[in-house]
C-alpha cells in the first residue's frame, strides 16, 4: 500500500508510465500502481507534452526491434485512455517548470513540467526517473519514486 494518504489525483510521468505497457525493471510495480489508483478511482494526470515523449520512446523500441509498431500503437491508446491530458494554456506552468529546474539544476524542463502540474494540483508526483527523485526528495516531499512502492 502507498504509505501516505492519497487523494483523489495523482500525476504521473512518462518512465512510469512507459511501465504499464513494456516490461521493464519495476513495470509489476507500475502496473500495482495503476491498479491501486484505478480501485481508489484516483484521477491521473499528466502535462501535454507526454504523449509526445511516450510515443518518442516507443518509436526507438520500435527502430530498435523490441516492440512491434502493433504493440507501440496499443501502449500510445492504453496510455492515453488511462490518464487525463492536462492542456493547460497558461503559461504560468511553463514558467514554474522552467523555475523548478533551475531550483534542482536539472538539465531540461520536461521532467519539470511534471513537477509543476503536481504542485498546481496539489497532489503526489510518482517517478520512476531516479535522478530527478534524488534531485527533489529532500525538499520535496509530496514526490514519489517508483522504488517506495510495496507490491502486496
Not at 500503437?73 to 511553463?94: H, K, M, P, Q
Request: aromatic share 10%.
Amino acid at each position: 500500500m502507498i504509505n501516505e494518504a492519497i487523494d483523489e489525483k495523482v500525476v504521473v510521468d512518462a518512465n512510469i508510465a512507459l511501465k504499464w505497457v513494456l516490461t521493464e525493471a519495476d513495470s509489476q510495480v507500475a502496473q500495482a500502481l495503476l491498479a491501486e489508483w484505478k480501485k481508489k478511482k484516483l484521477a491521473v494526470f499528466v502535462p501535454a507534452l507526454l504523449p509526445y515523449e511516450v510515443t518518442n520512446i516507443l518509436y526507438r523500441e520500435v527502430r530498435a526491434g523490441r516492440i512491434t509498431f502493433d504493440i507501440a500503437r496499443d501502449g500510445i491508446n492504453l496510455i492515453l485512455r488511462t490518464v487525463s491530458l492536462d492542456f493547460s494554456r497558461d503559461s504560468a506552468l511553463n514558467f514554474r517548470a522552467m523555475a523548478l529546474a533551475n531550483r534542482f539544476d536539472l538539465p531540461a524542463t520536461y521532467d519539470a513540467h511534471y513537477l509543476a502540474l503536481a504542485e498546481l494540483k496539489d497532489c503526489p508526483l510518482w517517478t520512476a526517473d531516479t535522478r530527478m527523485w534524488r534531485a527533489v526528495k529532500d525538499q520535496l516531499d509530496w514526490v514519489h519514486w517508483i522504488g517506495e512502492y510495496t507490491v502486496s
